[in-house]
T-cell receptor, first 113, second 114 residues
Framework: SQTIHQWPATLVQPVGSPLSLECTVE??????LYWYRQAAGRGLQLLFY??????ISSEVPQNLSASRPQDRQFILSSKKLLLSDSGFYLC????????????FGEGSRLTVL | GENVEQHPSTLSVQEGDSAVIKCTYS??????FPWYKQELGKGPQLIID?????GEKKDQRIAVTLNKTAKHFSLHITETQPEDSAVYFC?????????????FGTGTRLLVSP
């Protein structure tokens, strides 16, 4: 199974409030996990990736952080949200095939007001 | 780093017509080019991919072509149907047995009218 669970599905938060988006995956252990953001009218921007527990790499300096406390859990956080953090956040895992297809979750839509 | 450009941003066709979406990439070392389809409110799903050792790949009504010299690749959908309406993303990466980072284009919104 490549099932990816993301929650919450939608979230409306005020500027300055904290954020926690959770992603859990099923299937093989030690997956490569990713957080992407999709802003309105823009493509998929890679935010963070993780190759194992506690191993996080950041692609874009920003107001967000990520953590991987368990093998199949990937969390996206912020201490203080900005308006520009609004978007559709997608968690993904890489398949074990050579080409490494990405399987995406259903996404979490964040609106910061 | 890799940069992927995608055109057009929107594409409207009549049912039964063909649709073509084009992408260019900047890193000549990229050797893997997948296409993803994203339906409204959902995560993207892989529909077809191509590796740099082939120039064309087909899967029923969809095909992808790759021109390594020009560093561009295209998605072709024939006999379009309303259910093909979605946002399509191209991507490029360097295949690696370890971590792989896909760089995505900005997406094309395809609308197929009955």
């Amino acid at each position: 199974s490549q099932t990816i669970h993301q929650w919450p599905a939608t979230l409306v938060q005020p500027v300055g409030s904290p954020l926690s988006l959770e992603c859990t995956v099923e299937g093989t252990s030690n997956p490569n996990l990713y957080w992407y953001r999709q802003a309105a009218g823009r493509g998929l921007q890679l935010l963070f990736y993780s190759v194992g527990i506690g191993q996080i790499s950041s692609e874009v300096p920003q107001n967000l952080s990520a953590s991987r406390p368990q093998d199949r859990q990937f969390i996206l956080s912020s201490k203080k949200l900005l308006l520009s953090d609004s978007g559709f956040y997608l968690c993904a895992r890489r398949s074990r095939t050579f080409t490494g297809e990405l399987f995406f979750g259903e996404g979490s839509r964040l609106t910061v007001l | 780093g890799e940069n992927v450009e995608q055109h057009p941003s929107t594409l409207s066709v009549q049912e039964g017509d063909s649709a073509v979406i084009k992408c260019t990439y900047s890193d000549s070392a990229s050797n893997y080019f997948p296409w993803y389809k994203q339906e409204l409110g959902k995560g993207p799903q892989l529909i077809i991919d191509i590796r740099s050792n082939v120039g064309e790949k087909k899967d029923q009504r969809i095909a992808v072509t790759l021109n390594k010299t020009a560093k561009h690749f295209s998605l072709h959908i024939t006999e379009t149907q309303p259910e093909d309406s979605a946002v399509y993303f191209c991507a490029a990466s360097i295949l690696d047995t370890g971590f792989q980072k896909l760089v995505f284009g900005t997406g094309t919104r395809l609308l197929v009218s009955p």
